[in-house]
Every structure is written in structure tokens, then in C-alpha cells.
């Protein structure tokens, strides 16, 4: 039986964001940026942190034109998404993640956050975007 914990990515070619959340709750939490460059240390990181939250499942962020159309980006999301699945051997679903980063960001300047900072949460909240999108589409309220 898979566990009710969900990790989120919002995968880039720099950085890539995580976020947290629980099937029973359907409330995602930013949690983590990896920034490492090279694929050793980013799936190293994310070890660290299967390892320490031990999710069910995994969902990661596709991007795509705002007309529907793939983006440059989203054939390596799917990639980095089936080489999640094979290495931790969990489900990992991949999830529309049109304007993510625009929600997010306007989502931390509403909380508060400085033009300043935002660059260094941005990734983490819009992992958390693309993790409350999958909760409101696949958690029963």
C-alpha cells in the first residue's frame, strides 16, 4: 500500500523545486530547492529527502505553452519524472504546470516576501503550486 505522503517537483534545467504534502490533508508545503548542476548531486539530494518524508507517490511538473503546446523543457521533465520512478521505485505522475511560477510569485509577494527574495523561494512555491493543483484534482474533498 503506497503511503499518503506526495513529494512535488518543479523541475528545471538549474534548479529544481520540491514541495510536501499529505493525501489526507491535500494541503502542499513548499519544502526545498536543489540547485546542483550535475545529476549525481541532484539525485542524491532528493534521496535525502524520500529518504526522510518516504512518499507514496511523486508529481512532477510538466511545462507548456499557454496554448497547450510542450514546452522546450518538457521532454526533460519527462525524463527526470521516469527516472524518479526507477531509481526510488515509486509512482510518479506528471502534472500540467502552465503558470506555476506566476502564481507563486505573486502568491509570495502577497505574503510579504521582497522583490528581492523571491528568486530563492520561487522554485520551492512553485512546486507547491504544482502539488495543490494535483490535491484539487485527485484528493476527495
Same mark, same amino acid.
Given at each position: 500500500?503506497?503511503?499518503?505522503?506526495?513529494?512535488?517537483?518543479?523541475?528545471?534545467?538549474?534548479?529544481? =523545486?520540491? &514541495?510536501?504534502?499529505? !493525501?489526507?490533508?491535500?494541503?502542499?508545503?513548499?519544502?526545498?530547492?536543489?540547485?546542483?548542476?550535475?545529476? %549525481?548531486?541532484?539525485?542524491?539530494?532528493?534521496?535525502?529527502?524520500?529518504?526522510?518524508?518516504?512518499?507514496?507517490? !511523486?508529481?512532477? =511538473?510538466?511545462?507548456?505553452?499557454?496554448? =497547450?503546446?510542450?514546452?522546450?523543457?518538457? /521532454?526533460? &521533465?519527462?525524463?527526470? &519524472?521516469? /527516472?524518479?520512478?526507477?531509481?526510488?521505485?515509486?509512482?510518479?505522475?506528471?502534472?500540467?504546470? /502552465?503558470?506555476?511560477?506566476?502564481? %507563486?510569485?505573486?502568491?509570495?509577494?502577497?505574503?510579504?516576501?521582497?522583490?528581492?527574495?523571491? =528568486? %530563492?523561494?520561487?522554485?520551492?512555491?512553485?512546486?507547491?503550486?504544482?502539488?495543490? &493543483?494535483?490535491?484539487?484534482?485527485?484528493?476527495?474533498?
Amino acid at each position: 500500500m503506497l503511503g499518503t505522503t506526495v513529494l512535488a517537483f518543479d523541475f528545471g534545467e538549474k534548479r529544481i =523545486g520540491v &514541495a510536501v504534502g499529505d !493525501l489526507g490533508v491535500g494541503i502542499a508545503h513548499p519544502l526545498a530547492t536543489v540547485a546542483a548542476e550535475d545529476n %549525481a548531486t541532484r539525485f542524491s539530494e532528493i534521496a535525502k529527502l524520500i529518504g526522510e518524508w518516504r512518499p507514496g507517490r !511523486l508529481v512532477v =511538473g510538466l511545462p507548456m505553452h499557454a496554448d =497547450g503546446t510542450e514546452h522546450e523543457v518538457s /521532454r526533460l &521533465a519527462r525524463r527526470f &519524472a521516469q /527516472r524518479l520512478e526507477g531509481r526510488f521505485s515509486l509512482p510518479a505522475v506528471l502534472v500540467d504546470e /502552465r503558470l506555476t511560477s506566476k502564481s %507563486a510569485e505573486s502568491r509570495l509577494r502577497e505574503s510579504g516576501v521582497r522583490s528581492r527574495d523571491i =528568486g %530563492a523561494a520561487l522554485d520551492a512555491a512553485a512546486a507547491c503550486e504544482i502539488l495543490q &493543483a494535483w490535491f484539487e484534482t485527485h484528493v476527495a474533498k
